[in-house]
């Protein structure tokens, strides 16, 4: 089974629209962390925001925020105010085992991705 | 900027041949990882080092090794190459913590021919 799906291949918005990006997870850990990348056609992995499983708010970073609901273990990248360079891949991925004793390994699992497209 | 370098950006080699690709992480950061980016597969974990010891293994072919020396930096050797090699190498640092993003470097493009 996938340990992260991200459902929607593409996405399309309108400039200054907010668009949500789905991802659910599977994971048996009760100590996980969910993480949001973005790829633009350039390439580069830039990271956007982060949700522990344990955090009792959902995460915001300026015109980024997560809406993250444990038991439907889902973590939905919301985008506010879409702009034109918000055109990219975005990419979920959860990393397991935060408590895990001694633990340095903290590799990221990554869903397919969506691509969002911004239109003017 | 990442603070994460990779080198070369693209490489261009035929079937057969042995590569070998370079990062440098993050100032402080003591964990590397790499991943291989492909339109069919995706992004996949290939290994992690940290402070110079393996720490990790994913989806590593045997053909393909890697090491991290005393400085940090590392280096993904890929050899007895495929066309199926072609694709986009990662590599990332991160602080060590569970909270800690993985930074990525820009990537190197393979091609073989």
């Known amino acids: 089974a996938q340990k992260i799906t991200q459902t929607q291949p593409g996405m399309f918005v309108q400039e200054k629209e907010a668009v949500t990006l789905d991802c659910t997870y599977d994971?048996?850990?009760?100590?996980?962390?969910l993480f949001w990348y973005k790829q633009p056609s350039s390439g580069e992995m830039i990271f956007l925001i982060y949700?522990?499983?344990?955090?009792?708010q959902n995460a915001t970073e300026g015109r980024y925020s997560l809406n993250f609901q444990k038991a439907r273990k889902s973590a939905n990248l919301v985008i506010s105010a879409s702009q034109l360079g918000d055109s990219a891949m975005y990419f979920c991925?959860?990393?397991?085992?935060?408590?895990?004793?001694?633990?340095?390994?903290?590799?990221?699992?990554f869903g397919k991705g969506t691509l969002l497209t911004v239109n003017p | 900027d990442s603070g994460v370098t990779q080198t070369p950006k693209h490489l261009i080699t035929a079937t057969g041949q042995r590569v070998t690709l370079r990062c440098s992480p993050r100032?402080?950061?003591?964990?590397v990882y790499w991943y291989q980016q492909s339109l069919d597969q995706g992004l996949q974990f290939l290994i992690q080092?940290?402070?110079?010891?393996?720490?990790a293994k994913g989806n590593i072919l045997e053909r393909f090794s890697a090491q991290q020396f005393p400085d940090l930096h590392s280096e993904l050797n890929l050899s007895s190459l495929e066309l199926g090699d072609s694709a986009l190498y990662f590599c990332?640092?991160?602080?060590?913590?569970?909270?800690?993003?993985?930074?990525f470097g820009n990537g190197t493009r393979l091609t073989v021919t």
């Open positions: 990332a640092s991160s602080a060590g913590q569970p909270v800690s993003p993985l930074h």
């Open positions: 994971t048996s850990d009760p100590s996980y962390g």
């Open positions: 949700q522990g499983s344990y955090d009792q």
């Open positions: 991925a959860m990393r397991e085992g935060l408590r895990d004793s001694g633990g340095s390994n903290y590799k990221l699992t």
């Open positions: 100032s402080g950061d003591l964990s």
């Open positions: 080092y940290y402070n110079g010891e393996e720490r």
